[in-house]
């Protein structure tokens, strides 16, 4: 059910009145009702609940990809020898949930999990591990490699998207972090460790390496102020 649909719903079962100036009641305009901030605040709350309980499933609902709990069920199996991880999260999605609508967002993630599958190997395990994060493990990858692979999903991302909604490529995107078992910094710690202890600290630098980029990127505000333009303006024309 699209947000307008939701509106509709709401509206034929509430039947709300409003009063106007001259204090007398009259039905609300179905306009206002749908330009209610109120009312997008609250399909953004409902939204971020779904998500929630999205995430008690083993196969994201969104993406089909296996869920972060699917990862917490089978991390016992990922053997860390060797293998490279990769923490991806989308730029770009909290600005088209905000200025266009939920299931052009779901679609966003969707499109990056059809990338994912469609440029990696089959034995990779790609997870949606909720919201705008994926997390994918690459086994026989070195670090420098890993990165090229992460540059070239990102690449990927903005094409296919550009593709289907001709927007500008530095709107949408991928911010990522990436480590490697191999990493010299890494000797002691794999050779002391538990490996799903070593597999926690693997998947701790990468998500701390993610969030560098973005303390990093000095623009990031200016890119969505002028995503948001750009959202308003395709809108306007339409």
């Known amino acids: 059910m699209t947000d307008e649909e939701r509106i509709s719903a709401i509206y034929s079962i509430l039947k709300m009145d409003a009063v106007n100036n001259d204090g007398n009641f009259e039905p609300l305009n179905l306009e206002k009702l749908t330009n ?8 953004a709350q409902i939204h971020s609940l779904d998500s ?3 995430m008690d499933a083993e196969i994201n609902p969104v ?6 709990r699917a990862y917490e069920r089978r991390r016992n199996s990922i053997n860390t020898d060797n293998i ?18 939920f299931e052009v967002g779901d679609e966003l993630l969707k499109t990056f999990a059809e990338v994912l599958r ?3 190997r089959p034995f990779d395990a790609i997870f949606h591990i909720g919201g705008d994060e994926y997390l994918v493990f690459l086994k026989g990858v070195l670090h420098g490699t890993g990165k090229v692979i992460a540059e070239h999903l990102n690449g990927k991302l903005k094409q296919k998207w ?4 001709n927007v500008p490529n530095r709107f949408i995107g991928t911010r990522f972090g990436v480590t490697s078992s191999e990493e010299v910094e890494f000797a002691d710690l794999k050779a002391k460790l538990p490996s799903q202890k070593f597999l926690d600290t693997l998947i701790t630098v990468a998500n701390a390496r993610l969030n560098l980029k973005k303390i990093d ?7 969505t102020s002028a995503l948001k333009k750009y959202l ?3 809108k306007e024309r339409q």
């Open 63 to 68: 993406t089909g990809l296996d869920s972060r």
């Open 118 to 120: 469609a440029n990696l």
């Open 232 to 234: 308003t303006e395709q």
């Open 52 to 54: 929630q309980k999205h």
């Open 36 to 43: 209610s901030e109120l009312l997008k605040e609250l399909f």
């Open 84 to 101: 490279c991880l990769i923490f991806f999260d989308i730029i770009g999605l909290k600005a088209v949930n905000d200025n266009v609508n």
């Open 217 to 223: 990127d000095e623009e990031r505000e200016k890119i």
């Open 162 to 165: 550009n593709n289907r909604h």
